[in-house]
């Protein structure tokens, strides 16, 4: 017998209100380090990231053997003794537990339906509950968009509203299962929001751990040709989850990937940049100067500065202190710093962070 749950708007309202951390384009590029855990070195780029062997459980938080020790564990168990798990083992990884939290979401899901959500709390980037209404998605399909948009739209701060519809994003892919087909359902969110689905969606299709029998394979001797045969309004989310999966997916090709900014142009190098930013942030274990060494390999001062922009923006919404971004801002020349500063400031109060 097949069980449908559906949410009330009031519901769903408080489902969503729990993804309350997300960001715009940011949220959905921390997340995913199939590699494992670097660290940058600020004196000898040459060697761009040095790889940390030091792991708590696995060297890497998303593999094969991890997810089937928590699927077992929810089978014998139960779902919440899978994430107290996750939550004991991985307390010190937020970022790096993201995927396995989206894992213990759906088979919460799976489990208790509605019911589940009151398992779910904040860590790992509101993981669990990204997961809880992926799955809500794939299974209810298009029937609950309308909903969930609504939902989105009452959380009230600009940037809980673009987390929200970019979570919603991640499930439409799982809905459809190809890139192409989930896009459509995205542009149905007014112009100012759909950038938010298209990026979930992105984010999915490069760095999800549905089931998924796409394999990405990049040609680094014309890497864009993907997200250019893209539709116009979709290709800044294509880029900027394309460039985050290379740095991850093929450390001892990250000067390479970085360099391949390059080739795009305006808006869409731009994206490119910002999100060399944001993994430079993520795997500085809170040091603005580790982050800030990886832009160096950037040689024009206008691309370090964008990058080190999106990286200060990161260091705001992985809940550093503001003073850690504006100290990296404090890095650039005073034209560039005060861009930066600006910025900060702008996404600490779309966030509410102080």
Request: proline share 0%; with cysteine; charged share 15%.
């Given at each position: 017998m097949k069980i449908k749950i559906i949410l009330t708007k009031k519901q769903l309202i408080i489902a969503l209100a729990l993804l309350v951390v997300g960001v715009l384009g940011w949220m959905y590029l921390k997340h995913h380090n199939p590699s494992g855990k670097f660290k940058a070195s600020t004196s000898d780029f040459g060697g761009m990231l040095q790889h940390d062997q030091q792991t708590a459980t696995t060297a890497n938080p998303a593999s094969s053997a991890e997810i089937a020790?928590?699927?077992?564990l929810a089978k014998q168990k139960g779902g919440a003794a899978a994430y107290a798990y996750l939550k004991d083992q991985w307390k010190?990884?937020?970022?790096?537990?993201?995927?396995l939290a989206?894992?213990?979401?759906?088979?919460?899901?799976q489990e208790q339906g509605i019911k589940g959500l009151a398992v779910c709390d904040s860590n790992f980037a509101f993981g669990c509950y990204h997961g809880f209404l992926e799955d809500l998605v794939k299974k209810q399909g298009e029937g609950g968009l309308a909903s969930a948009e609504q939902g989105c739209k009452d959380l009230g701060l600009p940037g809980v509203?673009?987390?929200?519809?970019?979570?919603?994003g991640h499930g439409v892919l799982g809905y459809k299962g190809d890139i192409t087909a989930a896009l459509p359902l995205c542009q149905q969110f007014p112009q100012t929001e759909s950038s938010y689905c298209f990026?979930?969606?992105f984010?999915?299709?490069?760095?999800?751990?549905m089931e998924s029998s796409t394999k990405i394979s990049i040609d680094y001797s014309n890497p864009w040709?993907?997200?250019?045969g893209m539709i116009n309004e979709t290709q800044g989310q294509c880029v900027r989850n394309q460039i985050f999966y290379m740095l991850n997916s093929t450390p001892e090709k990250l000067a390479p990937a970085i360099k391949t900014c390059a080739q795009l142009t305006d808006s869409l190098k731009t994206f490119c940049i910002t999100s060399v930013g944001l993994f430079a942030t993520q795997h500085s274990e809170g040091n603005p100067k580790s982050a800030g060494a990886v832009c160096k390999n950037f040689s024009a001062s206008v691309d370090q500065n964008?990058?080190?922009t999106g990286s200060a923006q990161e260091f705001v919404f992985e809940q550093f202190p503001v003073a850690t971004a504006r100290q990296l801002c404090s890095s650039l020349d005073q034209v560039g710093s005060q861009v930066c500063l600006n910025a900060v400031e702008g996404i600490a109060k779309d966030y509410g962070r102080k």
């Open positions: 020790y928590i699927q077992d010190n990884k937020q970022a790096q537990g993201h995927d989206h894992v213990v979401g759906r088979l919460l899901y509203v673009a987390s929200c519809i970019h979570g919603i990026d979930g969606a984010m999915e299709y490069y760095n999800g751990i040709k993907f997200c250019l964008a990058c080190v």
